[in-house]
């Protein structure tokens, strides 16, 4: 950390922890990133949405310098991620690779080397890795060697080792793939302990609940291309307005409803048989009390009442043509990258 003293440029106070303008990468024919531009802010949670084969492990393996662009600049608090790389490796914690030194050596024993590596003693070294095996629900498989964990339990040790020297910026590319709804909640939690306590997290990911939960700004990635950027509100606005979904207790009442509803909210409505509720689009809030007056003055009463908001699937599926589910050919691109 001595150079980034030198050059007088602090992480913890730089507006933007990653700057992307303009990246691009090419694997024969193949254009796998296409002018990519990001800027996350530090501090905050920053989610890179798309289907394999969309870009995004390639995208992060040239922030983190484990890729060299064709083209375009990449910074991490500012220092160039091919001129500056020795530095940027200070600045960041990456996952995706497997974190084990040898197969035959516990998850103690591997997060103590990396330790160690890092410049720990050899007793901060043995707290660090009790803290971290403690953190990520690996205490009992402390001392099983690695090759009997299963694939979820190497993830969170993935994790694990890449936070023992607790970097400004955290690459997660797909942080719980093949986890439980159990860990995943957990592994939700620790990423947003992260933050709290001064990191910046650049997650990929293909859950759309993963996105919506946890990140602060996404960008949704499609075909190497940036298709949408900004919060989950901001891009499910994009898309329309949310809608309002009543169910009247009486279904002889349903045409009257409908009719007060088109008159009080001047929208359409339509209706859903099989449910029997009546959807309305909710252009103005304030003119909800106005129906509801209007219903019970009617004599019209409702066995339920919610509000829907468009889902970041719909979202997706609207910006791209297509869902979040990659097809063949997808998969096997971003495999041979990967």
């Known amino acids: 950390m001595d150079q980034l003293k030198k050059k007088g440029n602090d992480p913890h106070h730089t507006e933007w922890a990653v700057e992307a303008h303009g990246l691009v990468k090419t694997f024969g024919d193949n254009r796998a990133v296409d002018g990519v531009d990001l800027n996350v802010r530090a501090g905050s949670i920053y989610g890179v949405l798309g289907p394999n084969g969309a870009g995004k492990t390639t995208t992060i393996r040239m922030l983190a310098t484990l890729l060299k662009p064709d083209a375009g600049i990449g910074r991490i608090f500012g220092y160039d991620v091919t001129k500056e790389s020795h530095i940027v490796r200070q600045l960041i914690g990456v996952t995706g690779q497997y ?57 969170r040790l993935d994790l694990a080792a890449s936070l023992i020297a607790q970097p400004p910026l955290i690459f997660l590319d797909e942080p719980t793939t093949g986890l439980d709804p159990r860990t995943r909640a957990q592994m939700w939690e620790t990423i947003r302990r992260l933050v709290k306590t001064g990191s910046t997290v650049l997650l990929t990911t293909q859950y759309l609940d993963e996105a919506d939960q946890l990140a602060d700004r996404i960008a949704v990635i499609d075909r190497g291309k940036v298709v949408a950027e900004g919060t989950v509100d ?29 008159q009080v909210l001047k929208v359409s409505s339509t209706i859903s048989f ?38 970041l699937d719909e979202v997706f599926l609207t910006i791209t043509g297509h869902g979040v589910a990659a097809d063949e050919e997808s998969n096997k691109a971003e495999g041979a990258r990967a």
């Open 99 to 155: 974190a084990s030194v040898d197969e035959s050596l516990s998850a103690t024993e591997n997060l103590v080397i990396f330790s160690r590596l890092l410049g720990l003693s050899r007793g901060e070294a043995k707290k660090k890795a009790a803290d971290l095996l403690e953190e990520f629900g690996l205490t009992e498989a402390a001392k099983r060697p690695l090759k009997h964990f299963s694939g979820g339990m190497r993830r």
């Open 234 to 262: 901001e891009l499910k606005t994009s898309i329309g307005t949310s809608s309002l979904q009543l169910r009247v207790q009486n279904p002889l009442d349903i045409p009257r409803a409908r009719q007060t509803i088109e």
């Open 274 to 311: 099989e449910a029997g509720r009546i959807n309305a689009p909710m252009l103005d809030v304030d003119r909800v009390t106005d129906l509801l007056i209007a219903l019970r003055t009617a004599g019209i009463h409702l066995t339920e009442m919610s509000v829907q908001k468009p889902t």
